[in-house]
């Protein structure tokens, strides 16, 4: 079906229209998604040329979290951190590759960007989609000098967060703190256009996204969930789990489901990062009616502490969500590794 010209709305004309909601609003948070936008794009155009040309493979350093950094990361971080900081509305980044802030002295940007340039860069030669999570806050009053309080701050203040998923199409999804909708580009003329207006996961839950591979180590209240689901329903969830957090996340948040990346006894805050996974991806999952946790309490509740800090992550359906917490709760919130082989 050929769409008529009149019902093709671009992120352009959807960020014009948001703006004439809110009149009082001054352009500079729309200023800021664009600038990610232009720099998704640039990072779009080299992930599909991934296979091509010599841009894809380990540069042979180390980023901050001790992983292997490929070429693309950093092209990705170089190109969203030179948006922001040319764009002037951002006085600080945060991303996943640098070991700390990056502070733009003598900047009278208002807002703090927290990102992880290219999630799931590790499947980048195996031609799966990755993604760009981000996720914005506002700074205190712009007189006095920046602060740990404005740098780190609860997931509940964030006031926009989105991903760029680079996928058998490449998709924008982002909420402003009132409801999430989706983008997609259309590569014949360059534009991301309205997709998925007023996202909300289904009703229903019908997948369980979680390594397995990892089932020996979880505590108890995970791995009692996941026979429940298994064993005890009447029609089991399918399995589902692509192993790229953007894609595991945007297929369940169409299909409904639920994501898991569950403590360990190896690694008891799971592996995915706070600030720049969870807490987007949260508020995200908030907006469209679902939920994230992390086993014990809400996600976005949570102040972090530093910039890299992990924690376990359970999100998607909001009722299912509530669920896994309560096996978590009757597990005494255990951590014995008696049952460890079960
Ligand atoms: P990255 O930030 O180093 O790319 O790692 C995060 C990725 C996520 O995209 C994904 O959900 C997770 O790691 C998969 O981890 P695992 O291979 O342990 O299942
Ligand atoms: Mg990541």
Redesign the pocket.
Known sequence: MIRKRKDIVTLEQFIIQQEQNFPYATGQLSKIIRDIVLAARMVNREVNKAGLVDIIGLTGDI?A?G?DVQKL?IFANEQMIDALFKGNMVCAVGS?ENDDFLIKEGSRGRYIVLM?P??????IDVNVS??TIFSIYRRGGLDEALTKEDLLQAGTRQVAAGYILYGSSTMLVYTTGNGVDGFTLDPSIGEFLLSHKDIRFPKSCSIYS??E??YRDFFDGTKEYLRYIKRDMESPYSSR?????????HRNLLKGGI?M?PGTHQRPNG???LT??ANPMALIAEQAGGYASDGRKRILEILPEDLHQRTPLFVGNKEEVLKLEEFIRNSGYGTSTENLND
């Open positions: 980023n979290q992983e990361d996943e992880d290219l999630d799931g860069s590790s499947n990755i993604g979680v390594n591979g990892n789990y692509i192993g790229s957090f953007v894609a595991d996340f994501f990346y592996k995915l990062r720049f996974e």
